[in-house]
C-alpha cells in the first residue's frame, strides 16, 4: 500500500526537509506504528516488539521529491497487516479483522483522528 505525503512550509523554506528533520520525522512515524500496534496486539504500547511484528512495521520510502515551489513529496509504502502477521497468535476473544485489513502507516494516520 502506497500513501503519498506532502509537506509545505513557511515562504522562507516551503517544506524543504533538512536531513536532521527528515529523521526526527521517520524516528517519529515508526515509533507511533510500534505503539499503536502493540497497544492493538497486546494491551500495552511500551513492549518491545518481535522480529516477526518488527518485519510487520517495515515502512519503506520509495521516492523523495523536493522544490522550493511545490515542496516536499514522499511516497512511503508498507504491507497489510493480513500478509504479514496472519500466521501470528492473535487474542480470541477481540476481533481482529481490522487489524489484519490495517497498515503500520494507516495506524500513525489514526493515531491523529480524533474520534
Request: net charge negative; with cysteine.
Amino acid at each position: 500500500m502506497n500513501y503519498d505525503i506532502k509537506i509545505i512550509g513557511e515562504d522562507e523554506d516551503n517544506g524543504l526537509i533538512e536531513f536532521d528533520r527528515l529523521n526526527l520525522f521517520t524516528k517519529s512515524t515508526k515509533d507511533i506504528a510500534t505503539k499503536a500496534l502493540m497497544l492493538q496486539l497486546r494491551g500495552f504500547s511500551d513492549i518491545n516488539p518481535d522480529k516477526h511484528i518488527k518485519k510487520a512495521l517495515e515502512l519503506r520510502l520509495q521516492s523523495l521529491v523536493g522544490s522550493e515551489q511545490e515542496g516536499t513529496s514522499m511516497t512511503i509504502d508498507c504491507n497489510h497487516f493480513a500478509e504479514t502477521i496472519k500466521g501470528l497468535q492473535l487474542d480470541v476473544f477481540k476481533p481482529k479483522e481490522q487489524l489484519l485489513e490495517a497498515t503500520p502507516m494507516s495506524l500513525v494516520i489514526n493515531s491523529f483522528i480524533v474520534l
